[in-house]
């Protein structure tokens, strides 16, 4: 078996575990929000974990891990290509917390995925933590566009099933399209990336961590 016919097979056993229809957490006191930055020209790959508090947000920990890509780039397989450097990122940060953030956000997607296991899912059933995929772009299915208040969403369909929202986060401006990971359902992630978006588009989560590997990578570049 080839490396991405095994990947694909890891994807269509890990799914099993997905939970993708319970009760996501009530309360939110800390989530966690990962994201990746690559440099086409070196094979450089940083993954950054931040850890925000609510009410505001702000931000009490964090790490970052450089690596070299050790996947090849294939839609459908990127979790295989980012989860290596976050889960370094994520042990260095779950060392300095009391406890586990109650909810982690991905740069990424969730069961809104072709086989039903993108990175929010991949990341959630490894560590066993409720997980959501925000992403800037849709993958897969289709949608309506939801309406232009806050909060408003229009369901993505694929084979007739929906696999996530496009939720709008801001009156009047482009929605986010997210699925669930693991350990939650649809209405309770579009309730928590809600809280998250309190002044922007993309979660707190997402702009911190983005931030923070676009850093660690600008780094890296100046001393690979």
Known sequence: M???EGAEALQDELRRLVRP???GPE???TVAGFDVA???DTDLVAGAVVVLAAPRWDVIASATAVSRVSFPYIPGLL???ELPPLLEAWEAVLSRLAAPPDLLVCDGH??????RFGLACHLGVTVDLPTIGVAKTPFVGEHSTPGPRRGERAPIILDGEAV???LRTRDGVREVYLSVGHRTNLDSACRWVLELCPRYR?????RSADRLSRSALAEARLTS
């Open 21 to 23: 229809d319970v009760p």
């Open 164 to 166: 996530g929202a496009a």
């Open 38 to 40: 690559y440099d086409a």
């Open 2 to 4: 080839g490396e991405v």
């Open 110 to 115: 969730g069961v809104a995925h072709p086989r």
């Open 27 to 29: 309360l939110v006191t």
């Open 202 to 206: 993309l979660p707190e989560t997402t």
């Open 79 to 81: 979790s295989f290509r």
